[in-house]
């Protein structure tokens, strides 16, 4: 069985800085792209920031770009979302996925976690 356990959401002031924090365990044979999304209510869910395996590779959304840095443990399977200059436009839901085999035999699946709320306001 394979977990994602996200950390570190909580209130900010607007100009303010958070650190998410996104642990995979379980069975684990190999842990591939990790990445952040994020949701409001009424919304589609949306891409925030992905990192690659292989090379660490980084991708972001514009609206994030020069803000925010993903990164990654893969040591402990771990991933960060570093968010800076917080903006109350960025309040959402954000949910940490992590794309991984289970075992040697099991495609490649996109797991989820239960997500944390991140809210920007004065």
């Known amino acids: 069985q394979v977990r994602l356990v996200e950390s570190g959401g909580g209130l900010v002031q607007p100009g303010g800085s958070l650190r998410l924090s996104c642990a995979a365990s379980g069975s684990i044979f190999w842990l591939d792209d990790m990445g952040w999304y994020r949701q409001v209510p009424g919304s589609e869910r949306e891409l925030v920031a992905r990192?690659?395996?292989?090379?660490?590779?980084?991708l972001y959304r514009d609206s994030v770009k020069g803000r925010f840095t993903i990164s990654r443990d893969n040591a402990q399977n771990t991933a960060y979302l570093q968010m800076n200059s917080l903006k109350p436009e960025d309040t959402a839901v954000y949910y940490c996925?992590?794309?991984?085999?289970?075992?040697?035999?099991?495609?490649?699946?996109?797991?989820w976690g239960q997500g944390t709320q991140v809210t920007v306001s004065s």
């Open positions: 990192i690659r395996a292989d090379d660490s590779t980084t």
């Open positions: 996925t992590a794309d991984l085999k289970p075992t040697e035999f099991s495609p490649l699946m996109r797991y």
